[in-house]
């Protein structure tokens, strides 16, 4: 058994790991694209292309679709992959909108193109549910593992999102003569023959709205693990939504229009979710019982629509709330522009209105999408407000605009210089990753302890502090930070 990783090793992005189950036969977990300041390093030229052997891999397993951890896909069918993608079922529903996306953005607009890829893509996807034992395809081989099965747990981080558990085996004698496959449950006397393989993919931080927490394995003999948030710890949920509540109310008040450029997959629902419980607690409050939410993103409100038709895969407490008839993704305050002409024309109304608004559009980084148009219209407002609930990106318009912002700068956007005039905010404590803390609870909890643990996914101060505490927790197992 041997780990490669084709990305997620110098920085948080490109996720891709390859493992090796025996000589003939290998499965790739995650194909994502590389993104900001990685996808433009110099040791990263042609990093689209799929340059590793194709010709062993059995299969791609999909730990959940945000563009760092599929973005490669297309490419990977380009290059000839031609086995299948699993993926949860809410994550199968999800994909497909999100390489249409990226084909548009980044590969070609050619819808003929698109639809075909889409096409193969669909052909190739098995959606499984959580908590499933399905079997990998193996090639003979003498030497190495000759069975593999993966099962996906719940990962906390968006919608779908898994943790993926591989377990490795011998075929047994009994096996051999019989040719029947070991049994699932697997019994102890055979342990020494396994070897059960643990890929985080993102993990989810604990205490966000909408999805449930991850629970940790009950065995992982290796196991590969992000750490983007390694050296850090969260702000509490409650903190977060009061500061929410009194940056709104603050920005309002002076009836200037609210903007927070947000993902469309995760961030913007956890938004919606908190700003619709914040609306059900100020009944009396006449400011929210009239202000107006804006959601002016086509795939913001695609991906809403996919959360609402999955939410048997909600937390306890979301569902409660849908108990008590409320609707935390669609209430009756709540607006959603799809066309490009009800866009522009929202920027007009926003700009005339006499009633509180609030506007979350993509992207997150204020590196393209719809929210580029209301920045352009709206900094130079004193009345306006930019409430920033992700991290941003060096390098990044949004950066920039929090780096320069609070004392009257400007900023570049389309070539043309902005003077910021409008109120910049930053709310930390949103975040789609657990922090450290969860990390080394998520490694705490797992019963037979890790051997050796792979620390992706994270810079390297991260990694770094992970890997100390984790070597506390575990001293005896061996600490890998892979480098690219
Ligand atoms: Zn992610
Ligand atoms: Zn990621």
């Known amino acids: 058994m041997k780990i490669i990783h084709h990305g997620a090793v110098n920085g948080v992005t490109g996720s891709c790991h390859q493992l090796d189950i025996n000589e003939q036969s290998s499965i790739l977990i995650d194909c994502g694209l590389f993104q900001g300041d990685e996808a433009t390093s110099d040791s990263s030229t042609n990093q689209l292309q799929i340059e590793f052997d194709l010709s062993q891999i059995t299969a791609l397993i999909v730990t ?4 760092d951890h599929v973005g490669r896909i297309p490419y990977l069918l380009a290059a000839g992959f031609n086995g299948p993608v699993y993926a949860t079922t809410a994550t199968a529903a999800l994909l497909p909108l999100v390489i249409e996306d990226a084909l548009k953005v980044g590969v070609t607009k050619n819808q003929r193109l698109i639809s075909l890829y889409l096409k193969r893509l669909q052909q190739l996807i098995k959606p499984i549910d959580y908590d499933q034992w ?5 090639n003979n081989c003498d030497s190495g593992y000759q069975q593999a099965k993966a099962r996906f747990n719940v990962a906390g981080h968006i919608l779908g999102s898994a943790y993926v558990e591989i377990e490795l085996s011998q075929l047994s004698q009994t096996d051999k003569n019989s040719n029947a496959l070991t049994s699932l449950n697997g019994d102890s006397s055979n342990r020494q023959d396994k070897h059960i393989i643990v890929f985080s993919g993102d993990l ?3 205490n966000t709205p909408l999805l449930p927490s991850p629970k940790s394995p009950l065995r992982a003999d290796t196991l590969v693990v992000e750490s983007t948030y390694g050296d850090k710890n969260h702000l ?4 977060r939504a009061e500061s929410l509540r009194q940056v709104i109310e603050k920005s309002v008040s002076d009836n200037g229009v609210v903007l927070i450029p947000a993902f469309s997959i995760g961030r913007t629902q956890e938004l919606l979710y908190e700003l619709e419980q914040i609306i059900f607690n100020q009944q009396h409050n006449p400011m929210w019982q009239s202000i107006e939410i804006v959601v002016d993103s086509p795939m913001a409100a695609n991906f809403t629509k996919q959360y609402i038709k999955y939410k048997k895969l909600w937390d306890n407490e979301a569902k409660s709330v849908l108990m008590h008839r409320r609707h935390p993704l669609d209430f009756s305050q709540l607006y959603t522009i799809d066309n490009h002409q009800d866009h522009l024309a929202v920027i007009n109304y926003l700009s005339s209105r006499q ?10 980084m204020c590196t393209g999408g719809r929210i580029i148009n209301y920045l352009q219209r709206f900094l130079p407002e004193p009345t306006a407000d930019i409430l920033f609930v992700g991290y941003q990106a060096q390098g990044t318009t ?3 605009i929090q780096t320069y912002g609070p004392t009257g700068g400007y900023v570049y956007i389309e070539g043309e210089k902005i003077d910021i005039k ?10 789609a990753h657990a922090d450290q803390q969860n990390l080394i609870d998520f490694v705490k909890g797992i019963e037979h302890k890790p051997k050796h643990i792979r620390i992706v996914h994270g810079d390297n101060e991260a990694k770094q502090a992970l890997a100390r505490k984790l070597k506390e927790l575990i001293p005896q197992c061996e600490m890998i930070i892979p480098t690219g």
């Open 398 to 400: 949004g950066r920039d």
């Open 355 to 364: 009633k509180p608004a609030v506007v979350i559009a993509a992207s997150g």
């Open 134 to 138: 399905f079997t990998l395809e193996v």
């Open 236 to 239: 509490q949920r409650e903190y």
């Open 204 to 206: 989810g931080a604990t």
């Open 422 to 431: 409008a109120g910049i905010h930053t709310i930390s404590g949103y975040s």
């Open 64 to 67: 959940h679709c945000h563009i």
